[in-house]
Nanobody, 125 residues
Framework: QVQLVESGGGLVQAGDSLRLSCAASGRTFSSYAMGWFRQAPGKEREFVASILWTGYDTDYADSVKGRFTISRDSTKNTLYLQMNSLKPEDTAVYYC??????????????????WGQGTQLTVSS
């Protein structure tokens, strides 16, 4: 059974940095894209970043481009999101996600099938 477990969230101040992790299990993820999404209170879940099976092809939402970096360690089946220059508007629950089949990716929540339970990030001003 596929399982995604996020960690690393917390309470930080504006301008701080933080790294989220997502430990994946249940299958070999080297052939799968992985993504990060976030959901703020009262808002829809939105795309943050994704990384392809290549390990170096990445995509970012405009709101985080230049501040966030997505990466993966296939030997550890772990996905990361390095977040720098955090802003209060980054406050949200962050989810990692994986598509249902290999060799596909996207920015829509419907492109992904497996989701973690989420980790809360709160950025104070």
């Amino acid at each position: 059974q596929v399982q995604l477990v996020e960690s690393g969230g917390g309470l930080v101040q504006a301008g701080d940095s933080l790294r989220l992790s997502c430990a994946a299990s249940g299958r070999t993820f080297s052939s799968y894209a992985m993504g990060w999404f976030r959901q703020a209170p009262g808002k829809e879940r939105e795309f943050v970043a994704s990384i392809l099976w290549t390990g170096y092809d990445t995509d970012y939402a405009d709101s985080v481009k230049g501040r966030f970096t997505i990466s993966r360690d296939s030997t550890k089946n772990t996905l990361y999101l390095q977040m720098n220059s955090l802003k209060p508007e980054d406050t949200a629950v962050y989810y990692c996600a994986s598509p249902p089949r290999p060799w596909i990716s996207g920015r829509q929540t419907s492109d992904y099938y497996y989701w973690g339970q989420g980790t809360q990030l709160t950025v104070s001003s």
